[in-house]
């Protein structure tokens, strides 16, 4: 344990009962900080995440019962030679490795085993990634597969969309990082979710193992068009303090390449030497291993032991920590809430992971993951409070240490004094204050649109979804002055449908034409923001299709009219024009184009009447709901007259039509 001052003013002499109640009240502080130190050295039976590299033992083996004439086996999950990563393997019976598989090709009966055998050196990766607008990283070139919705990786479902465009900043490795850290800190770590769920399903549930941390990242990172791949391997657990089967994702950053992100282990940009990669893949629950044969067979499970044989030195970054609790004295029962600043002197981002080594007890998670932007300064938020354990020794007071370590060896220490009397913060306060200044997670709030356009005669749904892990609340969820007012539970979701009209323009006093909405929904308590969602469709203008006049109104009596009609569109679209005029009905589908249009119309004048003719011109058409619309006018067609001569031949001609 790290050696402290503790400096006590004297205002007159201590008599000897005082000095042995000083002697007791520092054997107090002793054995309460002993007890915490204990506590955090047993992270030093443990894997060093630290290490700089690490050696893995890997066997890989399967028991198949065959009566087939041909059995062809083709194993895709193996070590791979790769960057940080050194692998020698070998198998038995003898097969060939190549394009990242091994091929067993057996022709005999009965029960046949195959082994895989690797001996691994795992390199600790560390990047150094810098700033990269998240423009840059969108749908990078030669990669469209890596950023398309795929069978788990649900990347177009609305509300994982919308909580992307949430958490999404201008920089890729800050929106990668607020991805992550929504995952890891919404998802319980269940162990009865081993099977592979879609990520709308783990968006819902919020629970799983690390396949489905990794299944929900990659989704939102994917709805951004950021690629995304998924490794399958081995890291340690330090819940089993062994190695075991893990995945994790790999996120695509221009100019840094395939960048890992293991989001159960808050491992961002680096990874630790424990980790060995298997295989890489578009989707999880990707084929390990295939069977090719004629005949039959039965499988037994694909087997695989992994452990960590040596590890190297321990890496070190020096970075300054500092503790900053928020008062030095605090009553007995106090929560204290405890900001831990880390200043990053590089210039590129450093994800850190730093935990409370010493305190006499630490409320919520004793772990965070701290983002340093480069050239800045980060920080942390933990709530520390006198264990029950430890509550009895503490008697009218004592002063407790605090210690704060980082995965890379960098520590801070401060002490805080917890005495009978003194000022005190409620859990509830405590839990407030690390939420507005440390961000912390309080109210998922996220919608989605019922469809992909609206016209501007519709309202439109919106389907929102409130979580709240805090007491409970009435909250609004509003539009401009529209809300919609609820009550939400502590620990409660509930899903609100709401209908919004398209904003109208006062000034014109009526709809605003708008090709793309983004609309901005806030969840509001005492006017306070606490979540924004924001959503985009398109609003879509009614079809408006106006006649605006006529030309080459007349023709001789006899021949074939073709006048025109000049109409004004605000869309294209088709249409079916109609001429009727007394027992004379005339029908064409035309193609409009947005703007000005000229349509010419044949006309049969040998059916009108010589002189003006009134006929009634209707262009229907119809918007993509299936609403239908009517355009009308009246115009005047005028027939000239001929020679009985000229209509006598015009009348013969008509008989042979």
Same mark, same amino acid.
């Given at each position: ?9 004297f ?42 590299s ?32 050194r ?38 990766v ?95 990172a ?6 995304t ?11 089993e ?6 995945a994790?994702?790999e ?24 980790h ?25 499970s ?126 509830v ?6 939420a ?16 992909e ?41 509930k899903?609100?449908?709401?209908k ?38 398109? =609003?879509?203008? !009614?079809?408006? +299709? *106006?006649?605006? $006049?006529?030309?080459?109104?007349v023709?001789? &009596?006899?021949?074939?009219? %073709?006048?025109?009609? =000049?109409?004004? !569109?605000?869309? +294209? *679209?088709?249409a $079916?024009?109609?001429?009727?005029t007394?027992? &004379?009905?005339?029908?064409? %589908? ?8 000229? +349509? ?37 067609f ?20």
């Amino acid at each position: 344990m790290r050696n402290f001052l503790i400096r006590i003013r004297f205002k007159k002499k201590f008599s000897m009962l005082k000095l042995f109640s000083l002697f007791l009240f520092l054997l107090i502080l002793f054995s309460i900080s002993l007890v915490a130190a204990a506590q955090g050295e047993e992270r030093n039976t443990r894997f060093h995440q630290n290490v700089v590299s690490a050696r893995h033992s890997i066997n890989i083996s399967n028991v198949i019962k065959s009566n087939a004439k041909e059995l062809i086996t083709t194993v895709y999950l193996f070590p791979k030679e790769i960057e940080n990563q050194r692998a020698t393997v070998t198998t038995s019976p003898h097969s060939k490795i190549e394009d990242g598989k091994i091929v067993f090709e057996f022709d005999e009966k009965g029960t046949i085993a195959f082994k895989v055998m690797a001996d691994v050196e795992r390199r600790m990766v560390f990047e150094k990634v810098g700033r990269v607008n998240l423009s840059e990283a969108r749908n990078p070139e030669g990669l469209d597969e890596y950023t398309k919705p795929s069978t788990y990786i649900l990347s177009n479902d609305p509300f994982i969309r919308n909580k992307a465009q949430q958490l999404a900043t201008q920089d890729t490795f800050e929106t990668l990082y607020n991805l992550a850290e929504y995952v890891r800190n919404n998802l319980e770590y269940d162990t009865n979710f081993r099977e592979p769920k879609n990520a709308s399903w783990i968006m819902q549930e919020k629970r799983g193992v690390c396949s489905h941390y990794t299944i929900l990242f990659m989704a939102l990172a994917r709805s951004l068009g950021i690629a995304t791949r998924y490794v399958s391997g081995e890291a340690y657990s330090t819940l089993e303090n062994k190695s075991g089967e893990h995945a994790w994702a790999e996120a695509w950053i221009p100019g840094h390449g395939w960048i890992p992100f293991d989001v159960n282990f808050g491992q961002y940009g680096w990874l630790d030497a424990s980790h060995v990669v298997m295989m890489y893949s578009i989707d999880a629950g990707g084929t390990l291993i295939s069977y090719q044969y004629l005949g039959e067979i039965e499988k037994e499970s694909l087997k695989i032991e992994a452990e960590i044989t040596d590890i190297g030195e321990n890496f070190s970054l020096p970075l300054e920590i500092e503790i900053d609790p928020l008062l030095d004295t605090v009553s007995l029962d106090s929560y204290l809430p405890v900001q831990v600043k880390v200043k990053n002197p590089n210039n590129y981002y450093i994800a850190l992971s730093v935990h409370v080594s010493i305190a006499p007890g630490v409320f919520g998670t004793n772990e965070k993951v701290i983002l340093l932007k480069p050239k800045s300064e980060g920080a942390g938020y933990f709530i520390s409070y006198i264990a029950p354990e430890n509550s009895g020794e503490c008697g009218t007071g004592c002063i407790a240490t605090l210690e704060i370590r980082d995965i890379f060896g960098n520590s801070a220490i401060t002490f805080v004094k917890f005495e009978k009397g003194a000022t005190g913060i409620s859990l509830v306060d405590a839990q407030r204050i690390t939420a507005v200044y440390g961000r912390e997670k309080e109210i998922d709030f996220y919608c989605k649109i019922g469809k992909e356009f609206y016209y501007d005669y519709e309202d439109m749904d919106i389907e929102c979804v409130v979580s709240n892990d805090r007491e409970a609340k009435t909250l609004s969820i509003c539009h401009q002055e529209l809300c919609e007012n609820f009550t939400i539970g502590s620990n409660e979701t509930k899903t609100i449908f709401l209908k919004l009209p398209v904003a109208l323009d006062n000034a014109q006093n009526n709809k605003t034409i708008m090709k793309c909405l983004t609309l901005c929904v806030t969840a509001r308590e005492r006017r306070s923001v606490l979540a924004m969602s924001c959503l985009d469709t398109t =609003i879509l203008e !009614s079809p408006n +299709i *106006t006649i605006v $006049e006529t030309q080459n109104a007349v023709a001789d &009596y006899g021949s074939q009219g %073709n006048f025109e009609i =000049i109409i004004n !569109s605000n869309t +294209i *679209t088709s249409a $079916e024009m109609i001429i009727e005029t007394g027992a &004379y009905v005339a029908r064409q %589908n035309i193609s409009i184009e947005k703007g000005q249009n000229t +349509i010419r119309l044949p006309i049969k004048t040998w059916k009108l009447k010589t002189g003006d003719n009134q006929i009634h011109v209707v262009i229907k058409y119809m918007d993509k709901r299936g609403r239908e619309y009517l355009a009308r006018k009246e115009i005047i067609f005028t027939v000239r007259d001929v020679s009985i001569f000229r209509r006598i031949i015009i009348a013969i001609t008509r008989l042979f039509e």
